[in-house]
């Protein structure tokens, strides 16, 4: 059975793979979120600032219905 998750090593080495990238610190955080919460890539995509909430620390997520 295939394995469906990235080890801790795999994970340390897309982040640091974020330098070498135009925008680093956003790619970084992109990454960061998907991991940490669980978004899909078509949910980080789909971001705006004004789905940004600083002052009141959340983040709308639009979430597409499947069928």
Do not use: V, W
């Amino acid at each position: 059975m295939k394995r469906k998750y990235l080890t801790q090593e795999e994970i340390e080495k897309l982040l640091s793979a974020t330098d070498r990238m135009p925008f680093p610190e956003r790619n970084r955080c992109l990454i960061l979120m998907a991991f940490i919460h669980g978004f899909r890539a078509s949910e980080l995509l789909g971001l705006r600032l004004s789905d940004i909430d600083l002052a009141g620390r959340q983040l709308y997520i639009r979430r597409l219905k499947n069928g």
